[in-house]
């Protein structure tokens, strides 16, 4: 079974450019996640969606990101403009999202995609 | 508001050996879950072992075990028979509570170097 996808792989793009990075999830999977890794803050979540519905953008740092789920199999995370301190590696993952019941703590393992390494000069 | 400490910021040992990584974490939730994540140099994060926080037994994964002490709100990772592969940033991560969200919330990291 294919994996989460995401493209490009490597962008390199000048300040005040748009850019536009792609997310594909595992097929079947109904909960969507962007995260960005930065050395200097980690891995963080910027924004989630549930049944294609953005459930928590409070990660988003600032209007210049905005972030898309049009349907079930595609997800996208534009930056516009962009700036230096955009440059991280920007992360994709999806799950299978069961709820809990009783005592229960579903699994509910996020599988990442291969992560998007982004450079704005 | 959750938190995952990882203390050791580098790890070495040789092959063959077992290797334990620390992670606690802090929440006042009753129910959560854990999880450990490898990212290797070519830079994708794979998931390895989880451990729910009602879960009686330690999770195991093949070379992978999860030593879980809830009272002391620790999540140790043990990688038995190091390979040479197992070189890598290893991640612990915590998810909220269901009627929270699914977000998870990752520690520092600890770089493991297997040496030949």
């Known amino acids: 079974d294919a994996g989460v996808i995401q493209s490009p792989r490597h962008e390199v793009t000048e300040m005040g450019q748009e850019v536009t990075l792609r997310c594909k999830p595992i097929s079947g999977h109904n909960s969507l996640f962007w995260y960005r890794q930065t050395m200097m803050r980690g891995l963080e979540l910027l924004i989630y969606?549930?049944?294609?519905?953005?459930?928590?953008d409070s990660g988003m740092p600032e209007d210049r990101f905005s972030a898309k789920m049009p349907n079930a199999s595609f997800s996208t995370l534009k930056i516009q403009p962009s700036e230096p301190r955009d440059s991280a590696v920007y992360f994709c993952a999806s799950t299978l999202r069961v709820r809990t019941s009783g005592n229960h703590h579903p699994k509910n393992i996020q599988y990442f995609g291969a992560g998007t390494r982004l450079s704005v000069l | 508001a959750q938190k995952i400490t990882q203390t050791q910021p580098g790890m070495f040992v040789q092959e063959k050996e077992a290797v334990t990584l620390d992670c606690t974490y802090d929440t006042s939730d009753q129910s959560y879950g854990l999880f450990w994540y490898k990212q290797p140099s070519s830079g994708e994060m794979i998931f390895l072992i989880y451990q729910g926080s009602y879960d009686e037994q330690n999770a195991t994964e093949g070379r992978y075990s999860l030593n879980f002490q809830k009272a002391r709100k620790s999540a140790n990772l043990v990688i038995s028979a190091s390979q040479l592969g197992d070189s890598a940033m290893y991640f612990c991560?915590?998810?909220?509570?269901?009627?929270?969200?699914?977000?998870?919330?990752f520690g520092e990291g600890t770089q493991l170097t297997v040496n030949p």
């Open positions: 991560a915590m998810r909220e509570p269901e009627t929270s969200g699914s977000r998870l919330t």
């Open positions: 969606f549930n049944n294609n519905v953005p459930i928590d």
